[in-house]
């Protein structure tokens, strides 16, 4: 079975960084898609990056030049580097199997808050 451990989140100050990770396991991680995604208080789950298998990456736009997905397959994790962080980045960050918010949720999110 599918399982996903996300980790990283924390308090940080507008203009800060985060990195947040997540470990996984019970499929193919390397040929998987993977996703990042996030929940702000009171609004539904956005999508904001992705990666294929072999590296191709994917942001939506109110991230593109501040926030960096990567993987390493050897380890089986992903990553999303945060920077130049704004208050509208505050919510629950999930990592997602496949490319879209059509794929697998499974993990239970870590949660990133931006506050001064």
Same mark, same amino acid.
């Given at each position: 079975e599918e399982q996903v451990v996300e980790s990283? #989140?924390?308090?940080?100050?507008?203009?800060?960084?985060l990195r947040l990770s997540c470990a996984t396991s019970g499929f193919t991680f390397s040929t998987s898609k993977m996703s990042w995604a996030r929940q702000a208080p009171g609004k539904t789950?956005?999508?904001?990056? #992705?990666?294929? #298998?072999?590296?191709n990456t994917y942001y939506t736009d109110?991230?593109?030049?501040r926030f960096t997905i990567s993987r390493d397959n050897a380890k089986h994790e992903v990553y999303l580097q945060m920077n130049s962080l704004q208050l509208d980045d505050t919510g629950v960050y999930y990592c997602i199997i496949g490319?879209?918010?059509? #794929?697998l949720l499974k993990g239970q999110g870590t949660q990133v808050t931006v506050s001064s």
């Open positions: 990283g #989140g924390g308090l940080v100050q507008p203009g800060g960084s789950l956005e999508w904001v990056s #992705g990666i294929t #298998g072999d590296g109110s991230v593109k030049g490319l879209s918010l059509a #794929g």
